[in-house]
C-alpha cells in the first residue's frame, strides 16, 4: 500500500473562512502517527512553513523517536518514526515522488458537500487497491484553504453525522476515513 498522510497547518481557514497557519498540537502528532501505524500508512507528513512550529514538531518526535521516550514507549517510536515535516504541500509532494518514483495522486478531505472533484470512498479505495501513490490530506483549524483544495486532484466524500453538524477532531476524521479506505472489513 503506497498511502501518505498529510496533515497541513497551512494554507488552512479559521473560522471566519480566513487563511492562516495553525499552531501544531501534541496530540494530534501522537495520535495520528498511531493511527497512520496502524493502518500502514507509508509516511505522515506535517505541513507547516513556520520554523518555530517545524521546532515544535521536530522536538516532540525526536523525544519519542531518539530520546528517553524511544525506549520508554517503544510502539510510540514505532510510530512517531513516520513523521516528517515539511515547509509546504509542494515540498511534501517532491519527497514522496523522490521516495516512491513517482507523483502522488492527491486525495483531499474536506467537510463541505460542495465540491466538483468529490469522489466516493469506494471509488477511493479502489484506488489504493490499485496499488495508486495516493497523498491523503486532512487540514486542521477549520479545513484546507480553497488554495490547498484546488491542489488536489479529488477530494474525498465528507464524513456524515445524524444531522448538519459537521466538525469532528481531525484525529477522529483521519481514524474514520483511514479505516473506510484501507480497513480490513472481511
Known amino acids: 500500500m503506497r498511502v501518505h498522510l498529510g496533515l497541513v497547518h497551512h494554507p488552512v481557514c479559521d473560522k471566519n473562512g480566513q487563511r492562516i497557519a495553525s499552531a501544531i498540537t501534541p496530540v494530534d502528532l501522537h495520535d495520528l502517527a498511531r493511527i497512520a501505524r496502524t493502518y500502514g500508512v507509508s509516511t505522515f507528513q506535517v505541513i507547516t512553513p513556520l520554523s518555530d512550529q517545524q521546532e515544535l514538531a521536530e522536538r516532540i518526535c525526536s523525544h519519542w523517536t531518539a530520546g528517553f521516550g524511544a525506549s520508554y514507549n517503544p510502539h510510540r517510536r514505532e510510530a512517531l518514526e513516520l513523521v516528517t ?8 509532494v517532491q519527497k514522496i515522488s523522490a521516495m516512491e518514483g513517482k507523483e502522488p495522486f492527491i486525495l483531499a478531505t474536506d467537510a463541505s458537500r460542495k465540491e466538483e472533484k468529490m ?9 489504493i487497491d490499485r496499488d495508486l501513490v495516493v497523498f491523503l490530506l486532512f487540514g486542521t483549524a477549520w479545513g484546507l484553504a480553497p488554495d490547498a483544495l484546488g491542489k488536489a486532484d479529488a477530494v474525498l466524500e465528507p464524513i456524515m453525522g445524524v444531522d448538519e453538524y459537521n466538525h469532528l477532531p481531525v484525529r477522529a476524521a483521519a481514524a474514520i476515513i483511514l479505516d473506510r479506505l484501507v480497513g480490513d472489513h472481511t
Not at 119 to 127: G, Y
Request: hydrophobic share 55%; aromatic share 6%.
Open 85 to 92: 515535516v515539511v515547509s509546504s504541500l509542494v515540498d511534501g
Open 119 to 127: 469522489i466516493s470512498f469506494p471509488d477511493a479505495r479502489a484506488m
